[in-house]
């Protein structure tokens, strides 16, 4: 599996986007029916280095810092900062020309009633996709009004794998993205950075995994659908946290096998508990596709968790509130 997805990115382009890295309708990865920085004031532990590669995450945001002020004896937590100086006005619903990373990005964003100290998802779309696809087709555009969480979804641009995980974190302008949206709902919402979160599907679930496995500092868990990791692209997350990995069953694949998404969903699931992190299991029968009632599944799993608790709340095993699909391995 060494390579795997590097070898599956080289075909996407080939297949789902041009030169250009503009997304094609065609030949995306999710096809049919689709209904249904820095660690200061982070209070988890670290993650374990893995004894076979050694490796651990060194991805910061050299910018984040920690306030001085204090609230009963510990720091307040304090958001990165936006890489182009002051930030701009985020509004409800398309925003465009957002400079982050050397792009002029372009994103949904959701904003609640009462955005201010809110949760936060961010929400990644497939190959040969859009923001509004994932955002409307899956129904995440209902949990700002239901659940008072701020929803992001961003649009990709400039790769032709729709997201940039195959690239280092180093001058990396998805992780910019990320990084620079976060710093300006903290700044202009006051976001709840103990309640940050990321899903995404197929290349998003790829991204999502990614942003797992380099963010893990600001990010309280994730939930990537069809995703996961390979021999390659595996690193230990730099501090503990939970994941909710959901996928397809055996007959979640691409291209009749080019890339076997049960195979690196297992194997990310495997390394992530091997180095002390909590995971979670959701397998239905629909292939590579995302499963039903996707938002609220997602949701179920995201808002049980927070940055700031001491106990994992499903250590004992999924709530019957959860789908039969779902399980700790």
């Known amino acids: 599996m060494t390579g ?5 990115a080289t075909s996407w382009a080939a297949c789902g986007d041009d030169d250009s890295g503009e997304s094609s ?3 995306g990865l999710l096809t049919g029916d689709t209904t249904g ?3 200061s004031g982070d209070t988890r532990t670290g993650g374990t280095t893995d004894g076979t590669t050694g490796a651990t995450s060194n991805a910061t945001t050299s910018n984040a ?37 050397g792009l002029s990005r372009s994103f949904i964003l959701d904003l609640p009633p009462e955005p201010n100290g809110a949760p936060v ?18 129904n995440f555009d209902d949990l700002s009004d239901s659940e008072g969480v701020i929803v992001v979804a961003p649009e990709s641009q400039g790769s032709q794998f729709e997201w940039r ?8 302008p998805d992780l910019a993205l990320f990084d620079d949206l976060l710093a300006c709902l903290w700044d202009q919402y006051d976001a709840d950075l103990d309640r940050i979160y990321a899903t995404g ?29 390979d021999t390659t692209s595996y690193q230990t997350p730099e501090v503990d946290i939970p994941v909710l990995m959901i996928w397809g069953g055996e007959g979640d694949v691409f291209q009749g096998g080019l890339v076997d998404f049960d195979e690196t969903s297992k194997y990310m699931s495997t390394r992530l508990r091997e ?12 292939g590579h596709l995302p499963p039903f009632n996707a938002a609220p599944l997602v949701w179920s799993w995201f808002e049980a968790h927070s940055a700031d608790q001491t106990e994992e709340p499903f250590k004992d095993g999924l709530p019957a509130t959860f789908p039969d699909i779902c399980a700790l391995p």
């Open 4 to 8: 795997l997805l590097l070898l599956a």
């Open 25 to 27: 309708n065609n030949g």
């Open 37 to 39: 920085g820095d660690t």
């Open 65 to 101: 810092t920690t306030s001085n002020a204090t609230t009963g004896g510990e720091p307040d937590r304090v958001g990165p900062e936006y890489s182009g100086g002051a930030c701009p006005a985020l509004v409800d619903g398309v925003n465009s020309g957002f400079e982050s990373g």
């Open 121 to 138: 998802i961010f929400l990644w779309h497939w190959l040969g996709g859009s923001a509004a696809e994932i955002h409307n087709g899956l």
């Open 165 to 172: 995980f195959t690239q280092g974190p180093e001058g990396n």
């Open 201 to 229: 599907m197929s290349a998003g679930g790829l991204w999502s995994s990614y942003l797992t496995l380099h963010r893990s500092q600001w990010l309280a868990t994730t939930a990537p659908m069809s995703g996961g990791a």
């Open 275 to 286: 180095d002390g992190h909590f995971v979670a299991h959701c397998v239905h029968d629909r």
